[in-house]
Nanobody, 126 residues
């Protein structure tokens, strides 16, 4: 499968907003899950927000609930992450991940996702 293509990272001050986008391919005839994960220096990759496309179910990390949204009405094979009220602790490399999803839920565990993008840096200054 072709790698995922992310865009939209950047640098903002605390309280600001960013919108990430991810384009996937190869999922036209199957249900899939797509989501956002992040990895800060010295830390493990963690799930941020994921979407099960056909069932419209989502999962969010507790640390981003109420601030980040992965819209549930996206064009096929495209996912966004709207990040509002950003905090310095949100600083990380953000990766898009995707997988086929034969079930209704949206896994948040990075190990469940075999397909990845190259990452896009998000830096939040205080």
């Amino acid at each position: 499968q072709a790698p995922l293509v992310e865009s939209g990272g950047g640098s903002v001050q605390a309280g600001g907003s960013l919108r990430l986008s991810c384009a996937a391919s190869g999922y036209n005839d199957v249900n899939y899950c797509i989501g956002w994960f992040r990895q800060a220096p010295g830390k493990e990759r963690e799930g941020v927000a994921t979407l099960n496309h056909d069932y419209n179910t989502t999962s969010y990390a507790d640390s981003v609930k109420g601030r980040f949204v992965i819209p549930q009405e996206n064009a096929k094979n495209i996912a966004y992450l709207q990040m509002d009220n950003l905090k310095p602790e949100d600083t990380a490399m953000y990766y898009c991940g995707a997988r086929r999803c034969p079930h209704w839920y949206a896994p948040l565990e990075p190990d469940d996702y075999p397909q990845w993008g190259q990452g896009t840096q998000v830096t939040v200054s205080s």
